[in-house]
């Protein structure tokens, strides 16, 4: 069984999250989701989600993509990550392209490109205008 990780936010969730779990899923047979915490968005990324982890948890779990969802705590729980859950393929949006090719050691590492047209940022900035 080929098993595939994702990281992310996840919040305000739209159809380019759909797209990028769908292709992610592709690349293997077993997708785990590791969903930044509310504490870990609040404190590393300065980032207010409008959802609590629970409430994004539960709409993740509920796309067909999606085998299990797992707290991402920190940015260096990847490597550990990667190992507890025998991962062959990191998955991550090519914003960040070339950030996590530390984890090419332990498994491959692909970056997808994200739905140009849409972004929960922007979201939040047009829902501001009204």
């Known amino acids: 069984m080929k098993r595939v990780i994702t ?23 077993y997708l785990i989701v590791a969903l930044s915490t509310d504490e ?6 300065q980032k207010k989600c409008y959802f609590t982890y629970e409430e994004r948890k539960q709409l993740l779990e ?5 085998d299990l969802v797992i707290p991402e705590k920190n940015w260096e ?7 507890e859950y025998h991962i062959d393929t990191f998955v991550i949006g090519d914003d960040w392209k070339g950030k996590f090719d530390f984890l090419k050691d332990c498994c491959d590492v692909v970056y997808l490109p994200r739905t140009p047209e849409i972004s929960t940022t922007q979201i939040k900035c047009d829902l501001n205008k009204e």
């Open 7 to 29: 990281y992310g936010t996840f919040d305000l969730l739209h159809y380019g999250h759909i797209n990028i779990l769908r292709r992610a899923k592709q690349l293997g047979d």
């Open 40 to 45: 870990f968005n609040w404190n590393m990324k």
């Open 62 to 66: 509920a796309i067909r993509y999606v």
């Open 77 to 83: 729980q990847k490597v550990s990550d990667v190992k």
